[in-house]
C-alpha cells in the first residue's frame, strides 16, 4: 500500500530530514551490533597469522589467535563468530575423511573459542569443499557431484561439529534433503539446542572469488558448482529452497550473496517472516575495500550503508567479514 502525500505545501517531506534529531527520529531501520556474525579463516600452526591478499584487513589464524579474536569479537558484542578452515592439500582426499574428524581445525577452533570466549556463540559451516581433493563441496562420482552420500557425510561432519560444542550448524553445500538428516542425527544423538542455519538460497556466483583463495580451494576447484549452487536468474525457486529447510527443520535462513540478492531477501522475510540472514561474501567485502584503498569510497560509509541495506531488506543479520571494524565504529559513536 502506498501512503498518499498531501500535495504541496501541504507536505513537504524535506521537514523531516531537517536536522540529526528529526532524522534520527523517523529513522525506520537501524544497525547495531546484534546484527552481525563475524566469518574467520582458521590455519594449522602455533601464534601466527597470514593476510588474505584478496581480502584487505583479513587474516588467516592459528587456533590459539582465533579464540584470541574471539574473546575481543565478544568484547565487542558481537553475537556470533563463524569457522572457516584452510586446510592444506595434503590433507584434502576423495573420501574427505577429515571432514569429520573430530581433531580437523574447525573443531579445534570451536573448542577453544568455547574455552576463551563462552559467551559468543559459535557457527561452522558444513560442505565437503576444504577437505574435498576437487574443491567440490559433495563427493564426485564420475563428473557428477553426487547427493545422498554427499548428504551422509555432511551427517557426520554436522555431529562432529555438534560434538565439540558448536551452536550453529550451518550448511552450505546445497544437496537435497541435507536439513531433514542432519536434524534428525543432531536430534537422536541429544544435541536438541544445536539449531540450524541453513544456506538456502546460496547462488552459484563469481563472487565467492577471494573467498576461494583464502581457504585455498581456488587451486583445487575442477569445474563449477552449477548443478547445486542457484542460477543468479531465479527468484522464486528461493522460496521453494526455503520452505524445503523449513518444513525439514531449520531455524533459520540465509541468502548468499548479499548485496546483488537483496530482492529475495525481501521476498524471502516477507513470505515466511523467519529468521533471516545474509552472507555479504568475500568479493562484496574485497570490491569495497579496493574501492576505498584508492580513495574513490569511503570505506567506512559504504560499509555502514551497505550493512544498514540488509536490514531495509528485511534481513535480522548479516555475516560479514567487516563484523569487528562496524562494531568498533558503531561503539565509537555511541
Ligand atoms: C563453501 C563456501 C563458500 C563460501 C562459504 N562457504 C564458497 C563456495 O561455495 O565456493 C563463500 C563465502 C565468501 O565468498 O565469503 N561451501
Redesign the pocket.
Known amino acids: 500500500m502506498t501512503p498518499t502525500v498531501a500535495p504541496f505545501p501541504a507536505a513537504r517531506l524535506r521537514r523531516m530530514r531537517k536536522s540529526p534529531a528529526m532524522r534520527a527520529l523517523s529513522r525506520q531501520n537501524t544497525l547495531t551490533v546484534d546484527d552481525l556474525i563475524w ?1 574467520v579463516f582458521v590455519m594449522d600452526g602455533k601464534d601466527d597469522e597470514t593476510p588474505v591478499a584478496s581480502m584487505t584487513g583479513v587474516t588467516r589464524r592459528t587456533v590459539d589467535r582465533i579464540a584470541k579474536a574471539a574473546r575481543e569479537a565478544q568484547d565487542l558484542g558481537i553475537p556470533a563468530i563463524c569457522i ?1 578452515p584452510y586446510t592444506d592439500m595434503s590433507a584434502r582426499t576423495e573420501d574427505c575423511a577429515m571432514a569429520w574428524d573430530p581433531d580437523n581445525l574447525t573443531n579445534q577452533a570451536i573448542r577453544a573459542i568455547k574455552d576463551k570466549a563462552p559467551d559468543i556463540a559459535v557457527m561452522t ?1 558444513i ?1 565437503l ?1 576444504p577437505y574435498n581433493v576437487n574443491g567440490h ?1 559433495g563427493f564426485v562420482e564420475n563428473g557428477e557431484i553426487v547427493n545422498d552420500r554427499t548428504v551422509e557425510a555432511l551427517v557426520k561432519m554436522g555431529l562432529a561439529q555438534a560434538e565439540a560444542g558448536a551452536d550453529i550448524l550451518g550448511p ?2 546445497m544437496m537435497d534433503g541435507r536439513i531433514g538428516a542432519i536434524r534428525r542425527a543432531l536430534e537422536s544423538a541429544g544435541h536438541h539446542n544445536v539449531s540450524i542455519l541453513s ?1 538456502s538460497a ?1 547462488y552459484a556466483s563469481a ?2 572469488g ?3 583463495d583464502a581457504v585455498g ?1 581456488s587451486a583445487a576447484l575442477t569445474g563449477d ?1 552449477n548443478t547445486y ?1 542457484m542460477d543468479p536468474g531465479n527468484s522464486d525457486e528461493a522460496l521453494r529452497l526455503v520452505q524445503r529447510d523449513l518444513d525439514e527443520g531449520a531455524d533459520m535462513v540465509m541468502i ?2 548479499g548485496m546483488p540478492y537483496l530482492d529475495i531477501c525481501r521476498r524471502v522475510k516477507d513470505s515466511f517472516g523467519v529468521p533471516t540472514y545474509a ?1 555479504q ?3 562484496e ?1 574485497a570490491m569495497l575495500q579496493a574501492a576505498a584503498q584508492n580513495g574513490w569510497l569511503d570505506g567506512e560509509k559504504v560499509m555502514m550503508e551497505s550493512l544498514l541495506g540488509f536490514k531495509r531488506a528485511g534481513c535480522d543479520g548479516i555475516l560479514t ?1 567487516f563484523a569487528p571494524e562496524a562494531a568498533r565504529l558503531m561503539r565509537a559513536q555511541s
Open positions: 566469518p572457516f559451516d560442505a569443499d563441496d552450505s553445500d544456506y546460496k563472487f565467492y577471494p573467498f576461494r580451494a558448482k549452487q548468499k550473496p552472507y561474501v568475500s568479493g567485502y567479514y
